[in-house]
């Protein structure tokens, strides 16, 4: 009878004979990465899924936001006009109070030229000189007063036209003043630059 060579058990063999490079179901070296079991899922990424453009914001206001909005924006804009018409007539009226109140102050300046003139009116038939002394003094008292109110008094003779306080209403021959000279004022001025009342009324020498 022939004999036939044993065949290993292959349990056996499993734990007795260690694995080889290229043997299948051998376990794995150690210095290769396990890869994990696949899941199904895409390439990882950082964004949410889910999410939008909106999602980094909150959720997009309702339309009832956006009135309410749109109402508190009409409101604040609607005081705001109403601020700036309170501010424009409280304006006008101090205005005017400073006009009522200057047109006051300068009124009551010439009260005391007023009282002087009716003085001068009740004695008018006692003293002709005296009269006329009076009536000197009165002007003078008014020529003061408006020099107080900033517009001093130009009825200068002998100094050179000066278009700006000065206004031409004849020209004459006068050897005895230098050409260009006012020669005589016919009506004074009152005030200078931009506070003039009205240049003086005068004549010029002729220029040769």
Known sequence: MPIHPKEPDPAVAEHTHPASEGVVG???????????????????????????????????PSEDEYTAELRELEDRWRRALADLDNLRKRHARELERERTAERSRTAAAFLPVLDNLELALTHAGADPGAIVEGVRAVRDQAVNVLELLGYPRHAETGVAFDPARHEVIGVVQDPDASPGTVVDVLRPGYGDGERQLRPAAVTVAKRE
């Open 26 to 60: 051998g376990p794995p070296p150690a210095d290769l990465p396990r890869s994990d079991p696949p899941t199904g899922r895409g390439p990882a990424t950082d964004e949410q899924p889910g999410l939008g453009a909106a999602g980094d914001g909150g959720p997009a």
